[in-house]
């Protein structure tokens, strides 16, 4: 019986420690309307790249919501049905994101890699950085150019940015803000792009 009860604690445990980093999530996003949900079945493989969540239409969901959890942006809905959705989040490997980073406000392209996510990196390129300011470690958010994705949102943390051949742009690796491999709940934000 007592076995049971710690197992039983541990787990009530674990889950109110993922409610409550949802909980700051949704305050430092105070300004969007969100919905949460729960992820109640995902495609095969090591990450969640694409995944169904219980809620849909009948919640208010529509195509192209963003998504967001465990600081910063998961992805976006791509198919609603009355009490599911479909998220294709950010590391699968058709997507991309118009990003910025917030030291220079200089605009980027991150494109998902599941290969690359094995490393626990996604490729960003095309980032016309005028002063060399970007450094390891800067934040990259959604840029207000992003036709599908509201903006300010954190997608990650720049990694390793090299000048690209042209000597015009450059390119790099991002370490995503989200854990793409421990995902359960997902915050939904209701106001679309």
């Known amino acids: 019986e007592l076995t049971e009860e710690n197992t039983r604690l541990r787990s009530e445990q674990f889950e109110l420690e993922r409610l409550r980093s949802l909980y700051e999530l949704d305050q430092e996003y105070m300004q969007y309307h969100k919905i949460g949900a729960r992820i109640i079945s995902r495609d095969s493989g090591n990450w969640y790249s694409s995944f169904v969540i219980d809620k849909g239409s009948n ?26 959705s479909r998220v294709t989040s950010i590391i699968s490997d058709n997507s991309n994101v ?39 470690g800067d934040k ?10 509201l903006p300010g949102i954190l ?34 934000i209701t106001q679309k792009k």
Do not use: C
């Not at 919640?59 to 599911?84: C, Y």
């Open 59 to 84: 919640d208010g969901l529509a195509d192209d919501m963003n998504v967001i959890a465990g600081g910063g942006l998961v992805g976006r809905i791509t198919s609603v049905g009355p009490n599911w």
């Open 98 to 136: 118009s990003g910025m980073t917030l030291a220079t406000g200089d605009n980027l392209i991150v494109s998902g890699d599941l290969q690359m996510m094995a490393q626990g990196v996604i490729p960003f390129s095309k980032l016309v950085d005028s002063q060399d300011a970007v450094a390891e």
């Open 140 to 149: 990259v958010v959604t840029s207000d150019i992003s036709d599908k994705y």
């Open 155 to 188: 997608i990650g943390y720049t990694k390793d940015v090299t000048a690209d051949a042209n000597n015009l742009t450059q390119a790099g690796y991002l370490v995503p803000a989200v854990d793409f491999g421990h995902l359960q709940e997902v915050l939904i």
